[in-house]
């Protein structure tokens, strides 16, 4: 018999602790890419809503969302807003266009 037996033991418990760094890793990196996702996604969503209805439609809609409104900013036909998702802030703009007949 040999003297190795069991050093397989270490290897495997090497192997299970980087396979479990690296599910961690990826699974952060997951998560950040969907909080990012549906922060823009609450931030285009109060844009729309605050373009046609004003900054109270624009909060609801965030809230709704899960976001917080950061910013609210109404430039003639353009509105502008930021809103903050689990730490993930996120801008849209949003126009009023006029359809003349």
């Known amino acids: 018999m040999s003297n190795e037996r069991g050093s397989a033991l270490p290897l495997v418990g090497l192997a299970l602790v980087l396979v479990m760094v690296v599910a961690m890793v990826l699974g952060a990196i997951t998560e950040r890419v969907v909080f990012r996702a549906r922060a823009q996604s609450a931030a285009d969503a109060a844009a ?10 624009a909060d609801d809609l965030a809230r709704r969302n899960g976001a917080d ?28 266009v006029l359809e003349l007949d």
């Open 48 to 57: 729309l809503a605050g373009v046609i209805e004003g900054v109270d439609a």
């Open 69 to 96: 409104l950061v910013r609210f900013e109404r430039r003639d036909a353009v509105v502008v807003v930021v809103v903050d998702y689990r730490g993930i802030t996120a801008e849209a703009y949003a126009e009023a």
